[in-house]
């Protein structure tokens, strides 16, 4: 039996974005605030979270260290130099097992940059190389994003807008992570 119903992030919207709500398709959006907050773990109690704001959107994204140094690489360790700047995130596999839906959200790279960039950063005690790559970035007048599954959506990679109500096509990855190589 194929389903075309709404995947589990869809099914539980909230004031973040979530993985499952880009439906396989990397999304390139412009940073517009990075702050660190206070937010709930679930558990009753709050934590410390990264947290960055997108003039594309009304959903804010809680960015882990993974994807902060994917910034750092291409921006800078100022997180004030990240904001004004175009990033592509795409949905990836979750190897954590931590996320509801089984997947994650990571930095792809950019349309700003200029080729590849390969860095290496550690990331807890682990120490992880990624590769960022150039992406097509949305012109003016292409419709934002719809990470909440009711509208176009436009394909980072190619800049092909999907209309509503189609399926859009899964987009490999792999893990993400760094400090420039």
Same mark, same amino acid.
């Given at each position: ?8 992030? *869809? ?16 999304? $390139? ?13 679930? =558990? ?15 959903? @804010? ?5 993974? &994807?902060?140094? &994917? ?7 100022? =997180? ?7 990033? $592509? ?9 931590? =996320?509801?839906?089984?997947? &994650? ?7 700003? @940059?200029?080729? *590849? ?10 120490? @992880?190389?990624? $590769?960022?790559?150039? $992406? ?20 980072? *990679? ?7 109500? *189609? ?12 400090? @420039?190589?």
């Amino acid at each position: 039996m194929s389903g075309k119903g709404l995947s589990f992030d *869809e099914l539980y919207p909230g004031t973040y974005i979530k993985a499952g709500e880009f439906k396989g398709k990397a999304a $390139t959006l412009t940073i517009k605030t990075v702050t660190r907050k206070l937010i709930s773990d679930g =558990s009753g109690t709050e934590e410390p979270a990264v947290i960055v704001a997108f003039e594309e959107l009304e959903k @804010l994204w809680v960015m882990n260290k993974t &994807c902060a140094v &994917c910034l750092r690489a291409m921006w800078g360790d100022d =997180s004030g130099e990240w904001v004004g700047h175009a990033v $592509t995130l795409h949905p990836v596999d979750d190897t954590s097992g931590l =996320s509801e839906s089984g997947k &994650c959200i990571r930095v792809k790279g950019s349309p700003e @940059l200029d080729g *590849e960039l390969k860095f290496r950063a550690h990331v807890g005690r682990v120490m @992880l190389t990624q $590769t960022l790559v150039k $992406t097509k970035g949305r012109k003016a007048t292409d419709p934002a994003p719809d990470l909440a599954g009711t509208g176009e959506a436009v394909n980072a *990679e190619t800049g092909e807008v999907t209309p509503a109500g *189609e399926a859009l096509p899964e987009v490999a990855a792999e893990a993400d992570d760094g400090e @420039l190589i």
